[in-house]
């Protein structure tokens, strides 16, 4: 699929792609598209969608439902970021006769819905008529937008039994049903038969938890960084204090060559200073010299708040 494609066409793009399941559980899946679209009723059968190929399956179903003499009306609307297409039964006897083969509309008959690969073709079907998701490398968030209470809680209920833990909400007069968890959307997609959308999304997640694994390493590195800099800051002005104070004569051997190393090398790890020095010397054979130095400062540090 083409990646610049968002998430949402991508998995709708699969979906009408799925002849099969279609094919098997035409019903369920035309009933999936006519009951969550804009209307379905005796008064109004209509869909909304900015997808042409969704489009010619709500023509292209009801001509199967309602035979070819059926009257089927498709608007295109244009505007300056995108194309609608309105598709409609214009015609009350057709409406009637398809209501009388998938049921009424306000409410969910689950009498279709009696095999599992047929809820499969129904929720394609919904997701197709109403159905969304955001871009998972900004967020996890799949989502129907139902225009009416009644079918979104019985939607709700036929989730619950599959991906437990859908959620509703209310957004501008319509109701909405929707998954917010990777692993809830994950099961969703495959559910609906869309496994290379599914496929698609998980590896947007490996690379987040790449790059957050990343971020992390970059982060304790640099914490590192800045711990191992302000360290040897603190020794050198420690070392300055005691040459100036006591001199290089107040120093060990041992202690003067890990004062110049220090002095001379501001900037090296300890590991570093152990390869500089001319004689062999391990890291915590430095570390215990410069602690030494350290204390030394301390002690003269003391010395001058006590004079004072």
Known sequence: MDMELSFSHRLKAEILD???LRARCRQAH???LFLYGRGFSAQEVSLTTESRDTAEL???SARRFLGRNARIQVEEKRSAQKTIYLCT????GDRVRMLEQLGGGQWLDRGLLDAYDKVQAFLAGAYLACGNMTDPRKSYHLEFVVRGE???DDLLELLEEYIPGARKSRRRGAYVAYYKEYGQIEDLMTLMGATKTCLAMIEVELFKGIRNQANRA??????NIDKQVSAATGQVEDIALVLRERGESALTP??????????????????????TSPTPISR???????EKLSKMAAALREEGRNAT
């Open 218 to 223: 970059t982060n304790c590195e640099t914490a």
């Open 284 to 290: 915590s054979g430095m570390h215990h010299r410069l």
């Open 18 to 20: 799925n002849k099969p």
């Open 150 to 152: 009644p079918l979104c």
């Open 254 to 275: 041992q202690l003067l060559e890990a004062a110049r190393l220090r002095m001379d090398n501001p900037d090296m790890s300890l590991r570093e200073l152990c390869e």
């Open 58 to 60: 709500f023509e292209d």
């Open 30 to 32: 035309a009933y999936g």
């Open 89 to 92: 039964l214009p015609d009350q």
